[in-house]
């Protein structure tokens, strides 16, 4: 799967929320698919996904995507450091394959 192209997939036809703490609330209430993190998300806001993930079973995916360009793929010109999935419209993004 290429992150990019899902991504762009993603942002046409799905839902999702941006950002730790939306991110950390979707997992929570079991409202998200998957987790994107990008490859400097802050190590504490990744041990708190990853905790989450353990009670959750909701999958975090670990991108090499800086947080500039997961936000920009986006649409979005600001940093985003992950983003949850909600509904994957067309993307294979959260379908588990």
């Known amino acids: 799967m290429d992150i990019k192209t899902e991504l762009t997939v993603l942002r046409r036809t799905g839902k999702f929320v941006m950002g730790f703490r939306q991110s950390y609330l979707a997992m929570l209430r079991r409202e998200s698919k998957a987790v994107l993190v990008a490859k400097d998300c802050p190590d504490e806001f990744r041990r708190e996904l990853s905790s989450a993930s353990r009670m959750t079973g909701v999958q975090v995916v670990e991108t ?17 450091s992950t983003v949850a999935v909600l509904d994957p419209g067309t993307s294979s993004l959260g379908k588990g394959g």
């Open 64 to 80: 090499d995507l800086s947080s500039l360009e997961l936000g920009r793929l986006l649409g979005k010109p600001f940093h985003v």
